[in-house]
């Protein structure tokens, strides 16, 4: 009799709190100034309960969304459940400094070290395919320096503990440990399917991407590391769910390992606090998950 396969939850640190993410709803639980633990939920629709979600490389564009709506939506509702009411982000602001953001990521983590590599190449006269390498390493220094950083903010390191107690409860619900703040802090704070391992894999699929696509003027260069973010975050995510399905085999267990080192960077051990916040969270993404089967 084969062993009933568990659904894959995910998962995301918040400001003071936690996001839990199933097939069909989500829940957020975030632990506010007064120490009460607030938490709201909603039915997951639309692209999450469409055919796409079946497609491979197709729902690879649901992750994408997951980062950047979804994750950006209940950043800020944390952001706003530890503010005074006339500093709360909401409407045109909360649009703005979205598009904003994106647009220095993209330029920063993209457009940067293809200018940059582009420039090297035609001083040194490289090939393109040490042209794209030297470009993909200077992402992933760009990306390590860039979390090394905002690591030390006090605030940021509070949402890296988060994040820990955030993997650490997936990790003993998968597990099959009933989940107590206790029981799931003996867990390690790493998990393979984590958004850290997903950027890690991300470079260096677009260091083979790129290279597939010959000589290009720096025009052309810059708006393919634009216009290809989606296709490469699509072939990152089934890569990064096949080595999911697959920590048995060694060879896997090989291959993630800067995936796992990198996440060293963006967990810290959390305190029972959090971890019951973490739990409350998955908690309640469950009892709507169930319910919504009912």
Same mark, same amino acid.
């Given at each position: 009799?084969?062993?009933?396969?568990?659904?894959?939850?995910?998962?995301?640190?918040?400001?003071?709190?936690?996001?839990?993410?199933?097939?069909?709803?989500?829940?957020?639980?975030?632990?506010?100034?007064?120490?009460?633990?607030?938490?709201?939920?909603?039915?997951?629709?639309?692209?999450?309960?469409?055919?796409?979600?079946?497609?491979?490389?197709?729902?690879?564009?649901?992750?994408?969304?997951?980062?950047?709506?979804?994750?950006?939506?209940?950043?800020?509702?944390?952001?706003?459940?530890?503010?005074?009411?006339?500093?709360?982000?909401?409407?045109?602001?909360?649009?703005?400094? =979205?598009? +904003?953001?994106?647009? #220095?990521? /993209?330029? !920063? %983590?993209?457009?940067?070290?293809?200018?940059?590599?582009?420039?090297?190449?035609?001083?040194?006269?490289?090939?393109?395919?040490?042209?794209?390498?030297?470009?993909?390493?200077?992402?992933?220094?760009?990306?390590?320096?860039?979390?090394?950083?905002?690591?030390?903010?006090?605030?940021?390191?509070?949402?890296?503990?988060?994040?820990?107690?955030?993997?650490?409860?997936?990790?003993?619900?998968?597990?099959?440990?009933?989940?107590?703040?206790?029981?799931?802090?003996?867990?390690?704070?790493?998990?393979?399917?984590?958004?850290?391992?997903? =950027?890690? +894999?991300?470079?260096? #699929?677009? /260091?083979? !991407? %790129?290279?597939?696509?010959?000589?290009?003027?720096?025009?052309?260069?810059?708006?393919?590391?634009?216009?290809?973010?989606?296709?490469?975050?699509?072939?990152?995510?089934?890569?990064?769910?096949?080595?999911?399905?697959?920590?048995?085999?060694?060879?896997?267990?090989?291959?993630?390992?800067?995936?796992?080192?990198?996440?060293?960077?963006?967990?810290?051990?959390?305190d029972l606090s959090m971890i019951e916040v973490a739990?409350?969270?998955?908690?309640?993404?469950?009892?709507?998950?169930?319910?919504?089967?009912?």
């Open positions: 009799m084969t062993e009933e396969k568990l659904p894959s939850y995910g998962g995301q640190a918040l400001i003071e709190g936690i996001l839990m993410r199933g097939s069909k709803s989500l829940a957020a639980a975030m632990r506010d100034p007064n120490g009460e633990i607030i938490v709201k939920r909603e039915s997951l629709s639309g692209i999450y309960t469409s055919k796409i979600k079946k497609l491979p490389f197709l729902r690879g564009l649901i992750v994408l969304w997951d980062a950047l709506g979804l994750g950006t939506k209940y950043l800020t509702i944390s952001a706003n459940v530890q503010s005074d009411e006339d500093e709360q982000i909401e409407g045109p602001a909360l649009y703005i400094s =979205l598009i +904003i953001s994106l647009a #220095i990521g /993209i330029g !920063v %983590f993209f457009v940067a070290p293809a200018a940059l590599s582009h420039l090297f190449k035609n001083l040194f006269v490289w090939s393109n395919l040490w042209s794209n390498l030297v470009e993909g390493i200077l992402r992933l220094i760009l990306i390590i320096a860039y979390i090394w950083s905002v690591g030390k903010i006090p605030d940021i390191k509070r949402v890296f503990m988060y994040h820990g107690a955030e993997h650490k409860t997936i990790n003993a619900y998968e597990a099959g440990v009933y989940l107590t703040p206790e029981n799931v802090n003996s867990f390690t704070c790493v998990h393979t399917r984590c958004g850290t391992a997903f =950027l890690v +894999i991300l470079v260096v #699929i677009s /260091i083979i !991407v %790129f290279s597939l696509l010959g000589p290009l003027s720096l025009l052309w260069r810059l708006l393919s590391r634009i216009l290809l973010i989606p296709v490469l975050a699509s072939i990152a995510y089934e890569y990064m769910r096949w080595t999911a399905n697959h920590t048995d085999s060694k060879f896997v267990q090989f291959i993630i390992r800067p995936n796992l080192a990198l996440q060293r960077l963006t967990t810290s051990e959390p739990i409350t969270a998955f908690n309640s993404m469950i009892e709507m998950e169930n319910s919504s089967e009912t």
